[in-house]
């Protein structure tokens, strides 16, 4: 079985975590702890772009 999740935010949002340094890192550490269960990650183009 597989799930999808997605998480919406609003910009303002998202560049204050892109800020914080240990944000990206700590992503990726958490992508490594799930071992092949994590199949893909991703992100959308913002609203309204083109």
């Known amino acids: 079985?597989?799930?999808?999740?997605?998480?919406?935010g609003d910009e303002g949002s998202y560049?204050?975590?892109l800020a914080d340094p240990g944000f990206l890192p700590d992503?990726?550490?958490?992508?490594?702890a799930r071992g092949d269960g994590l199949v893909?990650?991703?992100g959308l183009e913002p609203a309204g772009a083109d």
């Open 1 to 8: 079985m597989k799930y999808l999740l997605l998480v919406g």
């Open 15 to 17: 560049q204050a975590m």
């Open 27 to 32: 992503c990726k550490a958490w992508a490594a």
């Open 40 to 42: 893909a990650t991703g």
